[in-house]
């Protein structure tokens, strides 16, 4: 039986643009079903109603797979296997399962195909964080503490007490500017300090140094030359080029429990952008 391949350095890692990969099932067990709702307070009796039981999936393990896992705030991929719908994938003690609606059986050889629209969207909304991330550090000294990519919006979260709308018009047009200016390209490279679990706004120099726990051999790092060196598990577009028309819409600040003060800055999914620039790169 085939050795699977750890993630960290799947095929989809290797190269965000693979779309298909030839591979062979390892393992396919049942999935565990969702735990039973909590009893609510919401109308019993004759006439409630009844939730229908939820329909069974199962978790695949492949040798190698063009499906991202969930990771490093980047959704996964969903697309088929075997001609069978997956519809997430989900990175469990360093091996990639596939959640599928049909099982496949042990040792057969399966087509894996991306659904690439979805990719696209995510590695581009996801080049832009380390873009803004970058900008945002390298300008006002301001760490990013967490980020969130979604359908319709992602957010980045900075950790700073102020970010004023100014301030957003200065890191939105600083963007674009780099964008435009550098188009350069996004190079994966693994290093033997560490497996690639650690979130993108940990530093080689974080990694390297040893102030991110628990991570393991090797780590990849996504450089952009010029603009980004960071350690990162996701799928990034090939030059920053694809990044034009970069906006972020909304402006948000929250104090969670510990009472420190973040601003949350929620970036538009870039459909637009993408198509925007797409038009500038054919033109």
């Not at 978790?59 to 519809?87: I, K, M, N, R, Y």
């Not at 700073?160 to 200016?181: C, G, I, Q, R, W």
């Not at 120099?205 to 010029?226: F, H, M, Q, S, W």
């Not at 969670?256 to 952008?273: G, Q, W, Y």
């Amino acid at each position: 039986m085939a050795t699977p391949v750890r993630c960290g350095e799947l095929l989809c890692q290797r190269d965000s643009y693979a779309r298909a990969v030839s591979t062979v099932v390892v393992s396919c067990e049942p999935r565990a079903a969702a735990a039973a709702a909590a009893p609510g307070k919401g109308k019993k009796g004759k006439g409630a109603a009844v939730p229908p039981p939820p329909l069974p999936e199962w978790e695949v393990v492949l040798g190698d797979t063009v499906l991202f896992p969930e990771g490093g705030g980047q959704p996964s991929d969903a697309g088929t296997v075997g001609g069978v719908q997956c519809s997430r994938v989900d990175n469990v003690d360093g091996l990639a399962r596939h959640v599928l609606s049909a099982p496949l059986e042990p040792g057969t050889a399966v087509d894996v195909v991306l659904d690439w629209p979805r990719r696209e969207d995510n590695m581009a909304q996801h080049s832009a964080q380390h873009l803004l991330t970058a900008i945002a550090l390298r300008k006002w000294g301001y760490d990013t503490t967490s980020w969130g990519l979604g359908d319709a919006t992602s957010f980045l979260e900075l950790g700073t007490p102020e970010f004023t709308p100014l301030m957003m018009a200065e890191l939105e047009a600083e963007a674009n500017e780099a964008a435009v200016k550098a188009g350069t390209a996004a190079t994966p490279s693994w290093h033997s300090v560490a497996r690639a679990v650690a979130p993108s706004w940990h530093s080689v120099a974080d990694v390297n140094e040893g102030r991110v726990p628990g991570l393991r051999k090797p780590v990849r790092v996504i450089t952009y030359d010029g603009l980004d060196t960071n350690t990162c598990c996701g799928t990034h577009v090939h030059s920053t080029a694809r990044l034009q028309a970069c906006r972020e819409r909304a402006l948000h600040v929250h104090r969670p429990a510990a009472d420190a003060d973040f601003v949350k800055a929620l970036a538009a999914s870039l459909d637009e952008a993408l198509a925007e620039a797409q038009g500038l790169l054919l033109a």
